[in-house]
């Protein structure tokens, strides 16, 4: 199975200040059609996950632009450009290029 | 609007069985791989069965096989996890997904205990 490291597991930001998450694969995400199935996540607490970011840097419908997602091959990172109050919760990146399809173990964001 | 409703969860035994089904709408379903993820108490995300839009090919994370059986009705739209010989180590809130390796839409989730 593909596993997923994201780091760090836990982040405290101050209002207003940029966040990143890095999110690692152990093996690469890029399928023999070029595309890498590379999904980011936020969960709120008592809530089913969304999804923010998929295809490694495409945005979801209604996601601010201060999340932002790159990366290639086993290497990704989702940024936040500037931290809001409305973004507390965890965070998971997914694999969808193998299955099974795997998360890594979610950063949960709070605020500094 | 898309739209995901589960059903089904509850308090079983171990070694019973149970049956959660998803409702879907606002999609044609025939178009997209289903899916369902679970989530321990507190803990991360994991997949545990993928199907095709026409069913023919279905995965399962090795942790459930031949215990677990994922099903589709395309006529009813509806997408089902028939859970046999169920252990403690199964509890967990399960989410019908959409568009398996996408998994761009989340139902509400159908909470399973295993306990007795």
């Known amino acids: 199975d593909v596993v997923m490291t994201q780091s760090p597991l836990s982040l405290p930001v101050a209002l207003g200040q940029p966040a990143s998450i890095s999110c690692r694969s152990s093996?690469?995400?890029?399928?023999?059609?070029?595309?890498?199935?590379l999904s980011w996540f936020q969960q709120k607490p008592g809530h089913s996950p969304g999804r923010l970011i998929y295809?490694?840097?495409n945005r979801d419908p209604g996601v601010p632009d201060r999340f932002s997602g790159s990366g290639s091959g086993t290497d990704f990172t989702l940024k936040i450009n500037r931290v809001e109050a409305e973004d507390v919760g965890v965070y998971y990146c997914?694999?969808?290029?193998?299955?099974?399809?795997?998360f890594g173990q979610g950063t949960k964001l709070e605020i500094k | 609007e898309v739209q995901l409703v589960e059903s089904g969860g509850g308090l079983v035994q171990p070694g019973g069985s149970l049956r959660l089904s998803c409702a879907a709408s606002?999609?044609?379903?025939?178009?997209?791989?289903m899916g369902w993820v679970r989530q321990a108490p507190g803990k991360g995300l994991e997949w545990v069965a993928n199907?095709?839009?026409?069913?023919?090919?279905?995965y399962y994370v090795d942790s459930v096989k031949g215990r677990f059986s994922i099903s589709r009705d395309n006529a009813k739209n509806s997408l089902d996890l028939q859970m046999n010989s169920l252990r403690a180590e199964d509890t967990a809130m399960y989410y019908c997904?959409?568009?398996?390796?996408?998994?761009?839409?989340w139902g509400q989730g159908a909470l399973v205990t295993v306990s007795s």
């Open positions: 997904v959409r568009n398996g390796g996408q998994s761009d839409y």
């Open positions: 606002g999609f044609t379903f025939t178009h997209y791989y």
């Open positions: 199907i095709h839009q026409d069913g023919t090919y279905i």
């Open positions: 093996q690469s995400l890029v399928l023999s059609d070029g595309m890498t199935y």
């Open positions: 295809e490694v840097s």
């Open positions: 997914m694999q969808g290029s193998h299955w099974p399809h795997t």
